[in-house]
């Protein structure tokens, strides 16, 4: 094995809302997301005389390693290079997507014939949401079925290619981070409940409205979708996060972006990153140059315009 190597690429995501927060029949949470192209983890894994952890995320990746290679019964004299890392606890899946890339890499390294399923499990990723693990795996739109009884990690529902030409457009603020860790699964459990018709009126608009206008191309259907299921959870959320969105910045850009016609108004995850989609480059690029002049003094604030991913992560 000394001269192999292995990389990873991992997309980044964006959490698009949870469906039903209180398991009114009995399957807890289950949520939508989207693949990004633009952003993602990308990280190599050799032979070392010991282990060596170079890139962005480093830290991260050093502990998720060495409790893999001990969890897995392997060495962990490994080289990694991080080449690029999705920024942390901004929305994105960063820890999912390293978890994901560095089991992955271990797998193929050793030969271990994991599946993807398997290695989110040994990590302990899909505790809540499965979007991160759908997306690694088959990229585009997905929809998970939440979590029951029997579940290890959230099963995907719904996979849906997103077309080609939309766009979505990222608004990072980055003197925050969205709650994690400890703080998250706090949160959840001091959240009110949530109603049940509420989560029987999401699952409706999202399967009579939302995915067929994907299927159909239809931006700005789909966008209305996203932007109801966005508040709602926003609402359910405000108590604890200050609002519908995180940052009062972002929620002013975002306010600004649904009036010149952007759709798809949201927060992936706990922020403080907000999120609109449009339907194609040379838009995306106009609201962008106009974002920057409109909203100049907010220094803290940042644009990414990003394609969505029709595939999942590579190994090779």
Aim: negative net charge; contains cysteine; charged residues 20%.
């Amino acid at each position: 094995m000394s001269d192999r190597k292995i990389c990873v690429i991992a997309p980044a995501r964006l959490h698009m809302g949870f469906i039903d927060l209180s398991g009114s029949l009995g399957r807890h949470f289950g949520s939508i997301g989207v693949a990004l192209d633009n952003i993602s983890t990308q990280l190599s894994v050799e032979y070392s005389d010991e282990l060596v952890v170079k890139g962005p995320s480093a830290n991260r990746a050093i502990k998720c390693t060495k409790a893999l290679c001990q969890e897995l019964k392997v060495s962990d004299q490994l080289k990694i290079e991080i080449k690029t890392a999705i920024p942390e606890h901004v929305g994105l899946g960063s820890g999912t997507q390293m978890s994901l890339a560095i089991g992955s890499a271990l797998n193929a390294f050793y030969e271990l014939g994991l599946t993807v399923r398997e290695i989110a499990q040994l990590t302990d990723r899909g505790m809540r949401s499965g979007i991160g693990i759908g997306v690694f795996e088959q990229g585009g739109l997905v929809v998970d079925g939440g979590r029951g009884e029997l579940t290890i990690t959230p099963p995907v529902i719904s996979h849906m290619d997103i077309p080609d030409a939309w766009r979505f457009i990222l608004v990072f603020d980055k003197r925050g981070q969205g709650l994690h860790g400890d703080q998250e699964i706090n949160a959840f459990k001091e959240l009110p409940v949530f109603p049940a018709e509420e989560a029987a009126r999401l699952c409706y608009l999202l399967m009579m409205q939302g995915l067929p206008a994907v299927a159909e191309h239809n931006i700005a259907k789909f966008g209305d979708a996203i932007t109801v299921i966005q508040r709602a959870v926003g609402e359910h959320f405000s108590a604890i996060q200050g609002g519908i969105f995180t940052s009062l910045e972002v929620a002013k850009v975002m306010q600004w972006l649904e009036k010149q016609g952007a759709v798809a108004i949201g927060q992936t995850s706990w922020g403080p990153t907000g999120f609109c989609a449009v339907e194609n480059n040379q838009l995306a690029d106009l609201l962008v140059e106009r974002m920057e002049q409109e909203f100049s003094d907010y220094n803290n604030l940042s644009f990414v315009v990003a394609s969505a991913r029709n595939s999942g992560g590579d190994v090779f």
